[in-house]
């Protein structure tokens, strides 16, 4: 008889407090369990420290990777004998840009650090993948022996949860990012996408910045919430999985999730997480506000594909322009994926989104510095409520719906 696989490890470590010190000492007392960062750098090994960089935005904003907790990856690198760098390729702007804004520029020359290549990028490939079998990556991807990255927790309005797995698409540099919106638009063939990119640059380590996190309209327009953990492993989805029972998400609401378990990569349920730290029961946060999540409500329909993929568009929140907040700064229309933009804040009012040639990616809501970029919901959307005749009649006619299909 084959022995089981073994199970997959998630360390958990409370901290309260963005000093340094105390993030320091969590960080190494979360990586112990796991063998310590000698476990998974060598010396002479060159390292890439990929935090989330989404935006030129201070740290207090919760939308990228406290410099703190990067602070801490290269200290611990850098006494493994490691020679760590540091890059992202942001959402929004430059990665000097980014880098500068969060402070983190000055945590990388307080400790010698030079700063990655996130501006070239080199072909990689994997023949086994699905989506993604030939993707171009930053060249510093191919230049690092170890990646180690270091999402924040938030939560993500097309994805429901951005954090460990989801990180790994900063590697794809600047305007390659809408690119493969606009190739992969359905959630689930770009979370097997995510995947892919994952097998590609085999990250050996997760440390995630979950000391505050970002819930409601993650991953930009959110707001700070308090959750007072370092998390880490070196299983992303099992990490992923934990981080969703922490702030109150189901992990299959998450398509990335999904994704994992679907192709065996990663733990394949949370039966297969030891988790090392507080119970998680613990560690669950009151009031984390989740996003919009249009997957669970369409996949519960029993209705042919085709019927499934055009509700599945049409159930989609619309972005829409808050005129009194926009700053004309033209971001969303620049990283509309779409040609020509299907958003311009120059437009006539009745313009401004042209619904046809939306794609739904929310590229616009991610990358507005100034949230004034918000999710209307649809037509569909608001029928299925349970207050609206639409929810009335789902609760009625899609049980007798699964009966029928269920006898064919």
Known sequence: MAPPDPMSRVALQRCSTYAVDAVLAAVRACLAPLGGMAAFVKPGQRVLLKPNLLMAAPPEKAASTHPALVEAAIILVQEAGGIATVGDSPAIGTTAAALQATGITAVCARHGVALADFT????????????????????????????????????????????????QFGLVTGTQKSAWHFRVQQRAAFADMLIDLNRI??????????????????????????????????????LDQVACRIIGLEPQQVPTIAAAQRRGWGAGSMARIEIIGPPLG??????????????????????????????????????????????????????????????????????????????????????????????????????????????????????????????N
């Open 120 to 167: 070239n990028e080199t072909a990689c490939e994997c023949a086994d993948n699905v989506i993604a079998r030939r993707i171009n990556l930053a060249r510093a991807v191919a230049e690092a022996e170890v990646i180690i990255t270091l999402p924040k927790l938030k939560t993500h309005v097309q994805m429901a949860l951005t954090c460990a797995v989801k990180n």
């Open 201 to 238: 640059a085999r990250p050996a380590l997760a440390i995630v910045d979950a000391i505050v996190a970002m819930h409601g309209d993650g991953p930009s327009s959110g707001e700070p919430i308090n959750v007072g953990l370092v998390m880490a492993s070196a299983d992303l989805s099992a």
């Open 282 to 407: 613990e560690l669950v946060v009151p009031g984390f506000r989740q996003v919009s999540n249009l997957t669970s409500v369409v996949q519960l329909l029993p209705l042919p594909q085709r019927w499934l993929e055009w509700l599945s568009r049409h159930y989609a929140p619309r972005p829409r322009i808050a005129c009194a907040r926009c700053i004309r700064c033209h971001a969303c229309r620049i990283g509309c994926p779409v040609t020509p933009a299907a958003i311009d804040p120059q437009r006539a009012p009745s313009q401004r989104v042209n619904d046809h040639t939306c794609i739904r990616c929310y590229c616009c809501h991610e990358f507005c510095p100034v949230k004034a970029i918000y999710l209307q919901p649809s037509m569909v959307q608001r029928l299925f409520q349970p207050q609206a005749i639409g929810g009335w009649l789902a609760r009625r006619v899609l049980p007798l719906l699964a009966r029928l299909q269920h006898k």
